[in-house]
């Protein structure tokens, strides 16, 4: 059955098809995010979940489906009308520079500049400005002149995630933002993505901590083999059920939309 | 509701340190190498009581301004994680074709022009086959040096040729408060890549494609035309330091710098720029350079043998290198 274009909605991924050779990584997957929502996205590896990512973030091309981006079917067929179409996606090996500040991460690719063939920085405002950026998102760093690899993974994956907020994307990916984190920082990063519910930029939340995914995530929708095998409402359903679908999946019936 | 939690709230470490204090920690590395350059400027004063005049300050600056000028170029493509060691050779490349144009009766003018462009040329050579085709830039620089020094000898028929003319006049014998022109070249060289790097977006590219270059490429950063651009920097400074020493030396020597083919890479890691890319400043480049002449100047001053001299290079160039290794470096 093809769902209907729900209003509601901002993306909406049809009937994706994807194989590399003879091996199904996607085979027909339907998955909608709608406003204001995080969806957790949960699957054993290989599942299909990065496949899934990269053909919304234009790596990858389906083999067959569509793409509908508030409404509108879209044909996303690189990674930078990805991001022109407002997708941001914050990987999972951060994609910042070691090297730089967090103002300098912050505007990398998008300096704010007084001229057009020097490119003199307007250094004062950008500094200004990303403090005003993660003043949004409630995030603690003081001094945005301070260099990247002297702040904490928390804090890192803070500056990752406002940067990617910064562009005013449509929707966030976030793939794994809680991994490699010491415990007490991985709360701090779950705030932030409560942070973006409260200013209504949905996401999409990879992780393989369910906890993590059971804390910030509306809906739960479940990869396996590159079928969807659940989609349930976090509240719901419990950490048990979806370990189920996620390692035994559960037959086609039970992937009715929730 | 309770009090938000602030995201990666700062572990307390915040040391009461005066703010100039924390600066100078913060350049630890430029501190180091300054002092090692002090130290062996203190060595040779008193090893030599010729060292430390003015005469022979200003002759080991002048000469080593070439040096120096290419190095402020070199810097470029180093920060970038490229390296460039065909330098001399496009030294040697565009100043033969420059001189022999003017011998045939070519506006000096205008042959000074096309050497520039000559060296902007091997530039785009070097800098499509590094940036476009990813060829590993060593055997790149390598083959090219060979490629240029081989064409400036076959043109030059291996000999030195000589040239006139009040541009290389100025350039090689003016001087200003006492200091020779081609000092100021070199400043002046280092204060541009200074700013550039410092206050304008395409330095801040330059370190970014250096630190991580899919980060910068996902940021929307096109990665290949900073590495060219990288690649042409370093083409272009030695653009600069042919017409240099063809002033100082009052002609085009096909075979300048084939005995000291890594004294400009070598200034460039003993100023604390890490084979990896994306760190090192500027300024420590140019007290790398400095130690570079002293080192030279000085030998020669207590009358070490040649081939001991040489030696001492090798070891400076691996002390330097391995120090950056320590810290985390290392070629990529």
């Known amino acids: 059955m093809i769902p209907t274009i729900d209003q509601d909605c901002v993306l909406e991924m049809r009937d994706i098809h994807k194989s590399f050779g003879g091996l199904k990584a996607l085979d027909g997957v339907n998955l909608d995010l709608r406003c204001g929502e995080v969806l957790g996205l949960v699957g054993d590896n290989a599942a299909g979940k990065s496949t899934l990512m990269k053909i919304l973030t234009g790596f990858y091309h389906a083999d067959a489906g569509s793409i509908w981006l508030d409404g509108k079917e879209v044909h996303i067929d690189s990674p930078k009308i990805s991001k022109r179409l407002g997708i941001e996606m914050v990987y999972q090996n951060l994609e910042l520079c070691q090297n730089l500040n967090v103002a300098e991460n912050l505007f990398l690719g998008r300096e704010i500049q007084r001229d057009p063939v020097f490119r003199f920085l307007k250094l004062r405002q950008m500094e200004r400005k990303s403090v005003e950026i993660l003043r949004k998102l409630k995030i603690d760093i003081q001094d945005p002149r301070k260099r990247v690899d002297r702040l904490s993974g928390g804090q890192q994956q803070a500056v990752a995630i406002s940067k990617a907020v910064s562009f005013g994307p449509k929707m966030l990916i976030l793939d794994e933002p809680t991994a490699n984190l010491a415990l007490k920082e991985i709360g701090k990063v779950l705030d932030i993505v409560m942070q973006l519910k409260e200013h209504g930029i949905p996401a999409i939340f990879i992780s393989h901590r369910l906890d993590d995914v059971f804390h910030v995530c509306d809906r739960i929708f479940v990869l396996r083999g590159g079928h969807r095998v659940a989609l349930k409402q976090s509240s719901e359903t419990d950490h048990d059920e979806i370990v189920r679908y996620m390692f035994l999946g559960a037959g086609e019936e039970s992937s009715r939309s929730a | ?332």
Not at chain 2, 37 to 44: A, D, P, T
Not at chain 2, 116 to 132: H, K, R
């Open chain 2, 1 to 332: 509701m309770d009090e938000p939690r602030s995201a990666g709230a700062e572990p307390v470490r915040r040391r009461a340190v005066p703010g100039f204090l924390r600066k100078l920690s913060s350049s630890g590395e430029i501190l180091s190498i300054l002092i090692a350059l002090i130290i062996l400027c203190v060595f040779f004063s008193l090893t030599s009581p010729y060292f430390l005049t003015i005469r022979n300050i200003l002759n080991f600056t002048m000469n080593t301004s070439i040096l120096g000028i290419m190095a402020a170029g070199l810097f470029i493509a180093m920060v970038i994680g490229e390296i460039d060691v065909s330098q001399y050779s496009i030294v040697a490349l565009s100043t033969a074709v420059m001189v022999i144009s003017i011998r045939r009766g070519m506006d000096s003018g205008l042959a000074i022009v096309m050497s520039f462009g000559i060296a902007i040329l091997c530039g785009v050579v070097n800098g499509s086959l590094v940036a476009f085709l990813r060829i590993n830039p060593i055997i790149t620089t390598l083959g090219a040096m060979m490629i240029y020094r081989g064409i400036a000898y076959n043109i030059t028929q291996a000999k030195a040729m000589g040239v006139t003319g009040g541009f290389f006049e100025a350039v090689g014998s003016g001087r200003f408060l006492g200091i020779p022109a081609s000092v100021y070249i070199m400043l002046g060289l280092f204060l541009l890549v200074h700013v550039i790097l410092t206050y304008t977006a395409h330095g801040k590219r330059v370190y970014a494609v250096g630190g991580n270059a899919e980060a910068s490429y996902i940021s929307g950063i096109n990665v290949r035309m900073v590495r060219f651009w990288g690649m042409v920097a370093s083409s272009a400074a030695a653009g600069v330091a042919g017409l240099v020493f063809v002033s100082q030396v009052g002609a085009t020597v096909p075979t300048v710098g084939e005995a000291g083919l890594m004294d400009v890479v070598t200034a460039v890691i003993l100023g604390g720029i890490s084979l990896s890319g994306g760190k090192g400043r500027i300024v420590g480049t140019l007290i790398g350079v400095l130690i570079l002449a002293v080192l030279q100047n000085g030998m020669v001053l207590i009358n070490v043998q040649s081939y001991y001299q040489l030696m001492v290079k090798g070891v400076v160039i691996l002390l330097a290198v391995l120090v950056d290794s320590l810290r985390g470096g290392g070629f990529k």
